[in-house]
């Protein structure tokens, strides 16, 4: 791959915190990485750590109760977040994809799929109805839809989860955008389906050199899309490594315990492992490294210090490298 000197997406020291009823919760506290055009980034973790408000944050769409803390969000070498709010919204619309997990909450159940997918080409790129038409025909053929005409005149409520995540799809790509964030975008399909989802976005990455940022907590998933993977942990980046090192295996003791606890990776007649202990509450994580209360390798420094992030781990007792 071809890495140009500038990242296309960087991340720096990013916080994004939320006002809540009983105090201020840091659920983003200092994430930084960077992706390249047609890299595929994964960022893993358990429910709650703080990778799916990371993505939200990325395309300017956090909650009203959240803003951004510090940090900056660096696209093409200008930081995003000092964007008047119009200039972000067309970036947005026309740069920047996203692919949700739920596709029946963000697909208007009374309009055609067809029609969905070719408002934003009427609205942001001016393009004519039979334009638009023989654009959204395009996309449906290149997302796998079979029989694209007909799909084209279905509602939502008419196909599959597998389809509708396809249709998806092809919306946040319609302006052929240069970075496209998947957030757990096979969750509720089940796995013939869930492999078809990745694969598509796979190749869709690379044929088109577009960036591709997923989130996800199945690392089975990760195996078969991403390039790198950020391992997020209470709003942290816990290691930053390569799918191979992911699996031959990981130097920090939560990314190591998330691949031990997959179940192929458990024998048969063992039962299935999980890692002890909750995820922190983001309005109060503990003092020092804020896993090791759950770590099987914490040192009494642990408790005390925060670790700094030093040859892509934040650990004071890091696991050996594998070779």
Same mark, same amino acid.
């Given at each position: 791959? /071809? *890495?140009?000197?500038?990242? !296309?997406?960087?991340?720096?020291?990013?916080?994004?915190?939320i006002?809540?009823?009983?105090?201020?919760?840091r659920?983003?506290?200092?994430?930084?990485?960077?992706? #390249?055009?047609?890299? @595929?980034?994964?960022?893993?973790?358990?429910?709650?750590?703080?990778?799916? !408000?990371? +993505?939200?944050? =990325?395309?300017?769409?956090?909650? $009203?109760?959240?803003?951004?803390? @510090?940090?900056?969000? #660096?696209?093409?070498?200008?930081?995003?977040?000092?964007?008047?709010?119009?200039?972000?919204?067309?970036?947005?619309?026309?740069?920047?994809?996203m692919?949700?997990q739920?596709?029946?909450?963000?697909?208007?159940?009374?309009?055609?799929c067809?029609? #969905?997918?070719?408002?934003?080409?009427r609205v942001?790129?001016?393009?004519?109805?039979? #334009?638009?038409? &023989?654009?959204?025909?395009?996309?449906?053929?290149?997302?796998?839809?079979?029989?694209?005409?007909?799909?084209?005149?279905?509602?939502?409520?008419?196909?599959?989860?597998?389809?509708?995540?396809?249709? %998806? *799809?092809?919306?946040?790509?319609?302006?052929?955008?240069? !970075?496209? *964030?998947?957030?757990?975008?096979?969750?509720?399909?089940d796995?013939?389906?869930? @492999?078809?989802? %990745?694969?598509?976005?796979?190749?869709?990455?690379k044929?088109?050199?577009? +960036?591709? %940022?997923?989130i996800?907590?199945?690392?089975?998933?990760?195996?078969?899309v991403?390039?790198?993977?950020?391992?997020?942990?209470?709003?942290?980046?816990?290691?930053?490594?390569?799918?191979?090192?992911?699996? @031959?295996?990981?130097? /920090?003791?939560? +990314?190591?315990?998330?691949?031990?606890?997959?179940?192929?990776?458990?024998?048969?007649?063992?039962?299935?492992?999980? =890692?002890?202990? &909750?995820? $922190?509450?983001?309005?109060?994580?503990?003092?020092?490294?804020?896993? /090791?209360?759950?770590?099987?390798? +914490?040192l009494?420094?642990?408790?005390?210090?925060?670790?700094?992030?030093?040859?892509?781990?934040?650990?004071?007792?890091?696991?050996?490298?594998?070779?």
């Open positions: 791959m /071809h *890495i140009s000197p500038v990242p !296309l997406l960087e991340a720096r020291d990013l916080r994004i915190h006002h809540t009823e009983s105090g201020l919760s659920a983003v506290d200092g994430v930084s990485f960077s992706i #390249q055009a047609g890299e @595929a980034l994964a960022i893993v973790g358990e429910s709650g750590c703080g990778k799916s !408000l990371t +993505a939200m944050g =990325i395309m300017g769409l956090l909650p $009203p109760s959240a803003f951004y803390a @510090a940090g900056s969000l #660096q696209y093409e070498g200008r930081d995003i977040l000092d964007l008047p709010e119009a200039k972000r919204r067309a970036l947005r619309g026309r740069e920047m994809g692919v949700f739920d596709p029946m909450q963000y697909l208007n159940p009374v309009l055609t067809g029609n #969905q997918v070719a408002e934003p080409l942001l790129d001016a393009q004519s109805h039979g #334009q638009a038409r &023989q654009r959204v025909l395009e996309l449906f053929r290149e997302v796998g839809l079979p029989d694209p005409e007909r799909q084209m005149e279905r509602y939502p409520h008419e196909l599959s989860g597998g389809m509708r995540q396809r249709v %998806l *799809i092809a919306m946040a790509l319609a302006l052929k955008p240069k !970075l496209l *964030i998947a957030d757990e975008p096979t969750t509720a399909l796995a013939t389906v869930q @492999a078809q989802i %990745l694969q598509l976005l796979r190749r869709l990455s044929e088109h050199r577009m +960036a591709l %940022l997923i996800t907590h199945d690392l089975n998933a990760v195996s078969q991403a390039d790198r993977v950020a391992v997020m942990y209470a709003g942290k980046i816990a290691e930053m490594l390569s799918v191979h090192q992911l699996f @031959a295996g990981p130097r /920090h003791p939560y +990314a190591r315990a998330l691949l031990d606890s997959m179940p192929a990776r458990i024998p048969a007649d063992q039962p299935l492992r999980g =890692i002890p202990g &909750q995820v $922190p509450d983001p309005r109060n994580p503990p003092q020092g490294c804020r896993f /090791h209360p759950r770590c099987s390798r +914490a009494e420094s642990c408790s005390r210090l925060e670790p700094v992030f030093t040859d892509d781990v934040a650990c004071h007792n890091p696991w050996p490298v594998s070779v």
